[in-house]
Nanobody
Framework: QVQLVESGGGLVQPGGSLRLSCAAS????????MNWYRQAPGKQRELVAA???????NYANSVKGRFTISRDNAGRMVYLQMNSLKPEDTAVYYC?????????WGQGTQVTVSS
């Protein structure tokens, strides 16, 4: 049974930081590209950050320079360090594992940026 479990969301003031974590089980983690998506109310889900099996990272333009994605293959974890948070970063953040023909999602964690 595949599980992706996100944690680390919460309420933070503008300019603050959060670190999201995603724990994977039931997959051969090192064979999967790992992604973070987010979905704000009334908006489509969007790709925020991606890290390949080889460790190459890419980011949405809106978060470049503020967010950092990383992975720990031994621990089967993927992280999203979010700095200089803005109100427009408010959304539910989802962990995604993409193995080509296999694609899995976590349940999401809420991030709210507000004063």
């Amino acid at each position: 049974q595949v599980q992706l479990v996100e944690s680390g969301g919460g309420l933070v003031q503008p300019g603050g930081s959060l670190r999201l974590s995603c724990a994977a089980s039931g997959i051969i983690f090192r064979f999967y590209d790992m992604n973070w998506y987010r979905q704000a109310p009334g908006k489509q889900r969007e790709l925020v950050a991606a890290i390949t099996v080889g460790g190459s990272a890419n980011y949405a333009n809106s978060v470049k320079g503020r967010f950092t994605i990383s992975r720990d293959n031994a621990g089967r974890m993927v992280y999203l360090q979010m700095n200089s948070l803005k109100p427009e970063d408010t959304a539910v953040y989802y962990c995604n594992a993409n193995g080509g023909s296999a694609n899995y999602w976590g349940q999401g964690t809420q991030v709210t940026v507000s004063s």
